[in-house]
């Protein structure tokens, strides 16, 4: 009967797995489901592939990105392949290619890859592109056969997951491109609906909308139909149910307006962790140490909230003043280390006596010699401990991730014998402040700040698209000596006009 064979649907449905490309997606699709029911419905269980490769990655080791950058540079400056070539892009570049071809099963031989580099160019018999397509293969060879980084461990995680599939799974895919290699090796093994969703197959006012504002399949230049930026008060009107999207210089910006007429936002986008305040202690500290004591760059890091030790508000801003008097009166220009000394002398004794005996320990523990990255951050680490700031940057949020962040990078480093000078080695911390991202999720709020890449698939009451110009729209161009765009087209990875028509 109809009761009977309810249940049976309702059982196999509950036995599937839904994968979808982002959790947030989750409330609205068992929304959906519950609608078209019409009563309560046992839900699949939902996860995205990050979330299902993280199950069957376990206690596989994986080689951290710091780790796998520091050895490859290491390589590239003993054998002095590129010749003047900044070793420290190329090596970003051959990593970004082999993340790029994790999901790849195989790659031409060398001999294959050279020719493909050889189209790109419009060259032939180049001993520059051998040469680059040697360390292409060779980077993706190490990758595939030692411990692999990040990219790779998530596939091969996801082909363990096909090959011991059991249950029917359901994959729902936000983008327009072919189903993954371990898409396939799951569908041999048991049911698969894969859902490809695109607006061509809408019949609904806003699909009929974004088909007259961009037709299927045609490049979208302009958008049809923009409306002015809103007032803050149009902001505030519509603060139960907007939803704001913006890169993140954007973001930043409006939240700091909005933010002023006590309107909160739930930021998705985050910023860059090198732009806190807690970020900016730890480079005060590596300026003053790189200056070699200049006073501005001194009162910096003594001004910084991050540094005052056990001295309270007051005292700390006292000792901040009398120090500034005495180094504009002193003009001293004799280094940091004659500096410290000469202050020690001055104030022993007082609250600005033990800041600088605190600066005096701290810099003391900073070596002036080449040294791996490893004992620098772990140096780092303990010239903070010094001043007194790696408690005091635990207490906020910002900071505890700054200081969570060192030392991963110490674990992560450990083990490279590559020696760096104190300006190397800044570049290098420099460019893993940049690269990590900092999220407030202790704010939840229905006014959302979200990039556009995070918008598919997902309903809003309103959207303010801001920048929704040809700078902030266009995808990323490819630049450098091997991630170009006719050498991405020759390995088959996607370009920038397969990010364009996404």
């Known amino acids: 009967d109809r ?8 059982r196999l449905f509950a ?14 699709l068992r929304g959906a489901l519950l609608a ?4 309560a419905l046992f839900m699949p269980r939902m996860l995205t592939p990050s979330l299902l490769a993280m199950r069957w990655m376990g206690d596989a080791p994986v080689d951290p990105h710091p780790r796998r950058l520091l050895r490859l540079v290491a390589q590239l400056r003993q054998q002095a392949w590129l010749g003047d070539a900044d070793p420290w892009s190329a090596a970003q570049e051959l990593l970004e290619l082999a993340d790029a071809l994790a999901a790849s099963p195989a790659l031409p031989d060398e001999d294959a890859l050279q020719q493909g580099f050889e189209r790109a160019h419009g060259l032939t018999d180049s001993a520059a592109l051998s040469l680059e397509a040697r360390l292409v293969h060779a980077v993706w060879h190490s990758d595939c056969t030692g411990t692999p980084g990040h990219a790779r461990a998530v596939t091969e995680a996801l082909m363990r997951a096909a090959g011991a599939a059991r249950r029917p799974l359901i994959h729902l895919c936000a983008v327009d491109e072919p189903p993954p290699a371990w898409l396939e090796l799951h569908a041999a093994r048991v049911p698969v609906l894969h859902v490809q969703a695109t607006r061509a197959l809408a019949d609904t006012s806003v699909a009929r909308v974004l088909h007259a504002a961009w037709p299927p399949g045609s490049p979208a230049d302009s958008p049809a139909g923009l409306t002015p930026a809103p007032s803050r008060d149009d902001a505030l ?3 139960s149910r907007v939803r704001l999207v913006g890169d993140r210089e954007a973001a930043r910006r409006t939240r700091a307006l909005l933010e002023r007429r006590q309107v909160l936002l739930a930021d998705e986008t985050g910023w860059k962790l090198s732009t806190t305040r807690a970020a900016a202690t730890v480079d005060a500290l590596l300026q003053c140490f790189a200056s070699d004591g200049y006073h501005r760059d001194l009162l910096d890091l003594l001004r910084s909230p991050h540094v005052a030790g056990t001295l309270d ?15 504009v009166r002193r003009n001293h220009v004799d280094g940091l280390h004659a500096l410290l000394t000469d202050a020690g002398r001055e104030f022993a004794g007082r609250p600005a006596g033990r800041l600088i005996d605190a600066l ?10 080449n040294a791996p990255a490893s004992f620098r951050v772990e140096r780092l680490l303990a010239a903070l401990d010094a001043l007194g700031a790696r408690a005091a940057l635990s207490l906020d949020a910002a900071g505890a991730q700054v200081v969570n962040l060192l030392e991963q990078l110490r674990a992560d480093s450990s083990g490279v014998a590559l020696d760096l000078s104190f300006a ?12 990590a991202l900092f999220r407030d999720s202790a704010i939840d709020s229905p006014v959302v700040l979200t990039p556009l890449t995070a918008t598919r698939l997902r309903r809003f009451d309103a959207v303010y698209v801001i920048g929704a110009d040809s700078r902030h729209l266009a995808p990323a161009r490819l630049r450098g000596a091997l991630g170009h765009e006719g050498l991405r087209r020759e390995l088959g990875l996607p370009d920038s006009q397969v990010a364009a028509r996404q």
């Open 3 to 10: 009761t009977t064979a309810f249940k049976s649907v309702q």
């Open 36 to 39: 078209e029911a019409g009563h």
């Open 15 to 28: 036995d599937c797995d839904l994968l979808i490309p982002v959790m947030a997606h989750a409330p609205a």
């Open 237 to 239: 009107d519509l603060a």
């Open 424 to 435: 190397d080695w800044r570049k290098w911390l420099n460019s893993e402040f940049e690269q």
């Open 360 to 369: 005096s320990q701290a810099f003391a523990l900073m070596p002036t010699h």
């Open 313 to 327: 508000r007051d005292a700390h801003a006292q000792a901040i003043a009398v120090i500034d008097d005495w180094v």
